[in-house]
T-cell receptor, first 110, second 115 residues
Framework: QQQVKQSPQSLIVQKGGISIINCAYENTAFDYFPWYQQFPGKGPALLIAIRPDVSEKKEGRFTISFNKSAKQFSLHIMDSQPGDSATYFCAVQGAQKLVFGQGTRLTINP | NAGVMQNPRHLVRRRGQEARLRCSPMKGHSHVYWYRQLPEEGLKFMVYLQKENIIDESGMPKERFSAEFPKEGPSILRIQQVVRGDSAAYFC?????????????FGPGTRLTVT
């Protein structure tokens, strides 16, 4: 049973553009929605996270938009840079464990 | 403040051997989680432990896999009689004692290759 669906699988954006990655979840029991960034050969690093009582959270160039009624949330990366090229995972958390999306491989072209 | 530490970083085992993966959580963290990542896939939850207790092992395969987090020392994920399908990256994460803090911080992973 796939509880988190992430799209797109891969994304190519020009330097300076906006990268948008979407996630949809199926269960309302989740109470924490993080995004992780993973570089090849490394562990996932927590990027930004949101709780369901707010609809948006911004940290620097990274913004999470959260739509509780639609059970969807998205990551926006403004002014995308080549150093942002990585795989991004959304996740949902309930009862202490994380359920991850399938990942989006983001490439920023210089 | 050192992050989550895992060793070894790479492990090669022949089919039928045992694999032992170690995880030392961040200082002050008493919750440990293990996840498995198959090539080109997301991470899948395996087990959640606190010191000397397994809290949730719903993601652990029923056979050959076990985990522990003793009072002293690192958490251990043990895989007995490894098969080719066990080849994956295994990540450990930790979180603080405080129940209001949900952030999980990941280690660099152990890449297991079964030949």
């Amino acid at each position: 049973q796939q509880q988190v669906k992430q799209s797109p699988q891969s994304l190519i954006v020009q330097k300076g553009g906006i990268s948008i990655i979407n996630c949809a979840y199926e269960n309302t029991a989740f109470d924490y929605f993080p995004w992780y960034q993973q570089f090849p050969g490394k562990g996932p690093a927590l990027l930004i996270a949101i709780r369901p009582d707010v609809s948006e959270k911004k940290e620097g160039r990274f913004t999470i938009s959260f739509n509780k009624s639609a059970k969807q949330f998205s990551l926006h990366i403004m002014d995308s840079q080549p150093g942002d090229s990585a795989t991004y995972f959304c996740a949902v958390q309930g009862a202490q464990k994380l359920v991850f999306g399938q990942g989006t491989r983001l490439t920023i072209n210089p | 403040n050192a992050g989550v530490m895992q060793n070894p970083r790479h492990l090669v085992r022949r089919r039928g051997q045992e694999a032992r993966l170690r995880c030392s959580p961040m200082k002050g963290h008493s919750h440990v989680y293990w996840y498995r990542q198959l090539p080109e896939e997301g991470l899948k939850f395996m087990v959640y432990l606190q010191k000397e207790n397994i809290i949730d092992e719903s993601g652990m395969p029923k056979e050959r896999f076990s985990a522990e987090f003793p009072k002293e020392g690192p958490s251990i994920l043990r895989i007995q009689q490894v098969v080719r399908g066990d080849s994956a990256a295994y990540f450990c994460a930790s979180s603080p004692l405080a129940s209001l803090s949900y952030e999980q911080y990941f280690g660099p992973g152990t890449r297991l290759t079964v030949t």
